[in-house]
């Protein structure tokens, strides 16, 4: 029986001629939790925009084929179609209002309304908001994700992690919800968060909502999915039983190669000068407070720098190049560094690759090219050429500047003069890579350098941060969620816990050991509890490889 | 075929794609009602080139993430300014044109300076507090023109203190001195060179402007704030750049205004000359956040044209009575209104 089922028949998409769905059928039961996969560009946001109503698809020139909801042709126009029809999303990118409190975002257009005198002659429209009643749901949502932060807290300024959580609050709170799109949920979390998350999400399932699940992490989808289905350029390739199929099975049908993300020694250049030297450094980030930490980073090395979500690991990287009110004493390459003017910061050869990619670190509606060459040319006059007295941007150079990152980056686009608007989320996180290499500095801090990318493009990326301590010289400061990626190229770890870092891990510490020093235990007790060899560790502290 | 017909309706813009049309269904009708095509086409040009500038004042604000320039009337205070002391001291002709442009640059980066000041204290409210400093500058300079003791009798009352109200260019030489330079006719239809080529001039300075380092850091700045701070970009400065930029053309705009027009109107003449400017750059197909030299071009020849056209027809159909002006200005009005509709406040976060 096809009742409550929802289907995809033949479905396909054109953007401006360049067909990006092709042919696509694929079916979600109810209670099911179905999960999608495929590199960057592979077309799953675009599906599940098809199957939300999305304006970007209608205003493109619509879709071909048919999304079906218990066999009946769901005829889905717009995203308040498909919430009459049970369909909800969390999106990739965020669509929360930023001026707004965490209830209002996940109240917004469903308000819970009391009768007033007014509205028993006017109508609904002249109800009061009833407050209390809201904030009461907005808690029970937030509380389903684990999430202990007050509803009334403004989005504005929230990290990234807790505004995944709103999105995702929003939907668990609608009723008569039968199907659920979860579009890269956990790139933004930290391994405890996405665990709560999956918890969740299979609570769900278990009412039976039908859930669609989105991920790049092949190890959730093992763990949380009945079924998967694979597409590889805009094209179906598989859908099997995820009980039947191995994480390296899901790899190979979707880029076609066995990738694995295993950490292989280098040959970097550690010398014993310090590049960098922070002390007490206190970041006003909301939601990601640093409340007093020093630390001091080696020319050449990669340090890592992890913990979870709301510990205050983001606001390092943030506050040292003055995007929040940010106090304390920085030295770089021995001479103080006012961290506030974050102009001179740049012109002193730091750049940053920020973890907001759509906040801060694209120019959406401007072309790849540009995007990539910006920060050079305003930074270092790069790209520039001088007639007369003006000194114009160079479009030629930017140009092929562009064309040489998207090959060395892997970006799929289909060319650089498109608008970044237009890419993939994982296209997107590229180009910002791509603009933080221009810089050619000599600190570079990177915040989530993967989030949202393919494992194919991840290890590009990886191993192209490592190639850069390496062959350049480059030192790297990397804040991640991801243990894994951590442990896969930096010489050393900071964890940051409650604002200040608790410790400092090798790499080849044991999971154990770093989920421990992350939840508050101290080194020493997290070695023990572990059974590790707790001297060896300590001795090898940041020399791993120098 | 419907559906690459609407795809081809929103790509041009819905605004844009209206009015066209209406100026199109009016041009038929003039022609119908036996109007001389020509002279209609010469004025639609003379009124293209009067109100270019005014229209591409609203460019650098726009871009800048300002938003469209609702107070115009501060910058065409300062050229008007400018115009009044030059001619004080009887200044005429090319001479003073000249001198009035210099002089407007002085008073309108000046002035321009300070409203953007203005405008960084208050951001997120630029469109209203634009609206009303614009009609306080107003207020401000009826006062000025009523005090300063200005004694050329070409620019005074009969009797009595003060500057009257519209001032002939023609007593100064300098009416239609830049309409006339170089026009010339084909067929029936002037073109008035002079106009056009200023009006192409400060387009191409604008562009260029625009391809330089600062201009594409404005730029930045406006689409997406946070993206310029993480550049190292100080963004209040550039939006004070843009607006002085603005303020300029403004100022330049009324100089080529009043010209073509052959009379400067002081008192309140300015006070309502920013919503049409901000109409046609709207009807063009920019938007709050998002403007370019294309649409300052196709936004300026359809509003104009639209007026051009629309009251000769209207007075043919209505002879006689007063509804001709009437219709002028509900037509005039409705397409603010309807181009104002089309404001899409915010850039792309
Ligand atoms: N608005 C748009 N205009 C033009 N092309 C677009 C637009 N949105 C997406 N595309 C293109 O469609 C293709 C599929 O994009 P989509 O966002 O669906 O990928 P994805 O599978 O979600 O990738 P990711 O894992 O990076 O999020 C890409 O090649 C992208 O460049
Ligand atoms: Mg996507």
Redesign the interface.
């Given at each position: 029986m096809n009742d409550g089922i929802l289907e995809f028949i033949n479905v396909g998409k054109e953007y401006s001629g360049h067909a990006v769905l092709k042919g696509i059928n694929m079916d979600v039961r109810p209670g099911e939790i179905h999960a999608l996969i495929g590199e960057n560009g592979a077309g799953k946001s675009t599906l599940m925009n098809i199957l939300f109503g999305m304006p970007v698809i209608h205003e493109t020139g619509g879709f071909t084929g048919e999304v079906r909801v218990g066999g009946q042709n769901a005829k889905i126009m717009n995203p308040h179609d498909a919430m009459e029809q049970g369909i909800g999303m969390v999106h990739q990118e965020f669509m929360l209002i930023p001026g707004f409190s965490i209830t209002e975002n996940i109240k917004i257009n469903r308000e819970i309304t009391r009768e007033t005198l007014m509205s028993k002659f006017f109508g609904q429209r002249m109800e009061l908001l009833d407050h209390k009643k809201m904030a009461g749901d907005a808690r029970k949502a937030l509380d389903i994700m684990g999430m202990d932060i007050e509803e009334y807290t403004k989005v504005e300024g929230l990290p990234v992690g807790h505004m995944q959580f709103v999105e995702i609050a929003r939907e668990i709170d609608k009723t008569g919800i039968r199907f659920l799109v979860f579009d890269e949920p956990t790139a933004v979390l930290t391994e405890s968060e996405t665990e709560h998350l999956l918890d969740a999400i299979r609570k769900l399932a278990a009412q039976g909502i039908g859930i669609i699940f989105i991920s790049h992490r092949l190890d959730e989808i093992i763990r949380v999915s009945d079924r998967v289905t694979i597409l590889r350029d805009g094209e179906w390739v598989a859908t099997e039983e995820t009980k039947n199929i191995t994480a390296a099975e899901i790899a190979r049908l979707m880029v076609g190669r066995a990738l694995t993300l295993d950490r292989t020694e280098g040959s970097r250049q550690i010398s014993g000068e310090e590049i960098l030297r922070v002390e007490n450094l206190r970041v006003n980030m909301p939601g990601e407070e640093v409340k007093g930490v020093d630390l001091s980073v080696r020319k050449g090395e990669i340090l890592g720098i992890g913990g979870l979500a709301g510990q205050g690991k983001l606001g390092i990287a943030n506050g040292l190049m003055g995007m929040y009110p940010v106090k304390g004493k920085v030295t770089f390459k021995g001479e103080p560094l006012d961290v506030a003017n974050n102009s001179e910061t740049l012109k002193k050869g730091i750049a940053f690759l920020s973890e907001d990619r759509k906040g801060v670190g694209l120019l959406l509606s401007s072309p790849i090219d540009l995007n990539i060459a910006f920060s050079a040319m305003e930074v270092h006059g790069k790209f520039i050429k001088k007639v007369g007295p003006l000194s114009l941007t160079d479009r030629k150079e930017i140009r092929e500047n562009a064309e040489k990152m998207a090959k060395e980056l892997d970006i799929r686009c289909t060319s650089v003069a498109q608008n970044a608007g237009a890419l993939s989320g994982g296209n997107q996180q590229k180009v910002c890579v791509g603009r933080a290499l221009c810089l050619d500095p000599d600190l570079l801090l990177v915040s989530e350098p993967t989030r949202g990318i393919d494992i194919g493009a991840k290890k590009l990326i990886l191993d192209l941060l490592k190639s850069l301590a390496e062959e350049r010289g480059m030192t790297i400061v990397m804040t991640s969620s991801e243990l894994a990626e951590l442990r896969s190229i930096c010489d050393r770890v900071l964890i940051i816990c409650e604002g200040k870092v608790a410790g400092e891990l090798s790499p080849t510490d044991s999971d154990e050991v770093y989920g421990l020093m992350m939840s508050g235990v101290s080194k020493e007790e997290a070695m023990k509890a572990s059974g590790a060899v707790q001297g060896d560790s300590l001795q090898k502290g940041g020399a791993v490889n120098g | 075929m419907g559906?690459k017909i609407g795809?081809a309706i929103?790509r041009i813009g819905i605004p844009t794609f209206a009015v066209g049309a209406l100026l199109l269904v009016l041009l038929i009708a003039a022609g119908a009602l036996g109007q001389s095509i020509p002279t209609l086409i010469s004025d639609i040009l003379k009124r293209i080139g009067m109100n270019g500038v005014l229209v591409l004042a609203m460019l650098p604000a726009i871009k800048s993430g300002v938003g469209p320039n609702f107070a115009l009337p501060i910058g065409i205070e300062g050229g008007l300014m400018a115009m009044i002391i030059c001619m004080q001291f009887d200044f005429e002709g090319w001479g003073l044109i000249g001198a009035a442009t210099l002089l407007c640059i002085l008073f309108c980066s000046i002035l321009g300076f300070l409203y953007g000041k203005l405008m960084n204290a208050v951001k997120g409210a630029e469109m209203t507090i634009a609206t009303y400093s614009g009609f306080s500058m107003c207020a401000f300079f009826n006062i000025l023109w009523l005090a300063i003791p200005f004694s050329n009798r070409k620019m005074g009352w009969m009797l009595g203190n003060g500057l009257r109200e519209t001032i002939d260019m023609k007593k100064f030489g300098a009416k239609n001195i830049i309409s006339d330079f170089l026009a010339f006719k084909i067929g029936k239809v002037t073109i008035p060179v002079g106009m056009i080529l200023t009006l192409a001039l400060l387009c191409f300075i604008t562009w260029?402007f625009f391809?330089?380092?600062t201009g594409?850091?404005i730029y930045?700045g406006g689409?997406?704030p946070?993206?310029a701070?993480?550049?190292?970009?100080?963004i209040n400065r550039n939006r004070i750049i843009a607006n002085v930029f603005s303020t300029i053309l403004a100022g330049l705009g009324i100089i080529l205004y009043s010209q073509g027009y052959g009379y400067t109107q002081l008192y309140n003449g300015p006070m309502n000359m920013a919503f049409p400017a901000v109409a046609a750059v709207l009807v063009g197909g920019a938007t709050a956040s998002?403007a370019s030299i294309p649409n300052v071009l196709i936004g300026v020849c359809l509003f104009q044209g639209l007026m051009t056209t629309g009251m000769p027809v209207m007075n043919q159909i209505f002879t006689g009575t007063d509804l001709s002006d009437i219709m002028r200005i509900i037509i005039q009005n409705g397409v603010i209104l309807y181009a104002l509709t089309k404001v899409k406040s915010g850039g792309?976060?």
């Open positions: - | 559906k795809n929103n260029l391809q330089t380092k594409m850091a930045a689409q997406n946070r993206f701070e993480a550049s190292g970009l100080n998002k792309d976060r």
